[in-house]
Nanobody, 120 residues
Framework: QVQLVESGGGLVQPGGSLRLSCAAS????????MGWYRQAPGKQRELVAA???????KYADSVKGRFTTSRDNVKNTVYLQMNSLKPEDTAVYYC??????????????WGQGTQVTVSS
């Protein structure tokens, strides 16, 4: 059974940093494309970052240069390092597995989400 568990969210001041973690079980992350999405109140869920099993990455224009996704294949965990956070980054962040992110499609497996709030 595929399971994704996010952690690392919280309240941070503008300009601050957070690192989100997505611990996966039931499949091997190194063999899967993985994505991070976010959903702010009243807005559609959007892709923030994705990484392929081959090592390619992509980022939303709004986070390029500030966010970085990485993996620890020993821990079967995917990360999202978020720097220079802005109030508009406030959202619930979700981990996703098995999507075709370069074609705009999410996978069927989602984590429960973790809240990120950027505010002074």
């Amino acid at each position: 059974q595929v399971q994704l568990v996010e952690s690392g969210g919280g309240l941070v001041q503008p300009g601050g940093s957070l690192r989100l973690s997505c611990a996966a079980s039931g499949f091997i992350t190194r063999a899967s494309d993985m994505g991070w999405y976010r959903q702010a109140p009243g807005k559609q869920r959007e892709l923030v970052a994705a990484s392929s099993s081959g090592g390619s990455t992509k980022y939303a224009d709004s986070v390029k240069g500030r966010f970085t996704t990485s993996r620890d294949n020993v821990k079967n965990t995917v990360y999202l390092q978020m720097n220079s956070l802005k109030p508009e980054d406030t959202a619930v962040y979700y981990c996703n597995a098995g999507g075709r992110y370069w074609s705009g499609r999410s996978g069927a497996s989602w984590g429960q989400g973790t809240q990120v709030t950027v505010s002074s």
